[in-house]
Nanobody, 125 residues
Framework: QVQLVESGGGLVQAGGSLRLSCAAS????????MGWFRQAPGKEREFVAA????????FYADSVKGRFTISRDNVKNTVYLQLNSLKPEDTDVYYC??????????????????WGQGTQVTVSS
């Protein structure tokens, strides 16, 4: 069993930056593909980014490519999402998730077995 806890969300002005963290306990993250998703009220949870267990391969949704960066530190058992050039439409609850496997290009939420509780990101215009 893997427990995931996100942190780092908050209120930021458009154009600003935030760094989200996802700390794991229970098991080492080094054998899991890690992903970030986001969800607005009344909408489906959507894929944002994912990273392979080694960190050598990443994959991004088109809407965040070039602005967001996913990374991981397997020693610290933590995954990060750097959010730059934030837009009001990036306002969502952000969730980290873990899945077995190798490819970060699997974007369906049903593929991920473990989820955190989410952290709110609010971008003001």
């Amino acid at each position: 069993q893997v427990q995931l806890v996100e942190s780092g969300g908050g209120l930021v002005q458009a154009g600003g930056s935030l760094r989200l963290s996802c700390a794991a306990s229970g098991r080492t993250l080094s054998s899991y593909v890690m992903g970030w998703f986001r969800q607005a009220p009344g909408k489906e949870r959507e894929f944002v980014a994912a990273i392979s267990w080694s960190g050598s391969s990443t994959f991004y949704a088109d809407s965040v490519k070039g602005r967001f960066t996913i990374s991981r530190d397997n020693v610290k058992n933590t995954v990060y999402l750097q959010l730059n050039s934030l837009k009001p439409e990036d306002t969502d609850v952000y969730y980290c998730a873990a899945r077995t496997g190798y490819s970060p290009q699997v974007t369906g939420r049903s593929a991920y077995a473990y989820w955190g509780q989410g952290t709110q990101v609010t971008v003001s215009s």
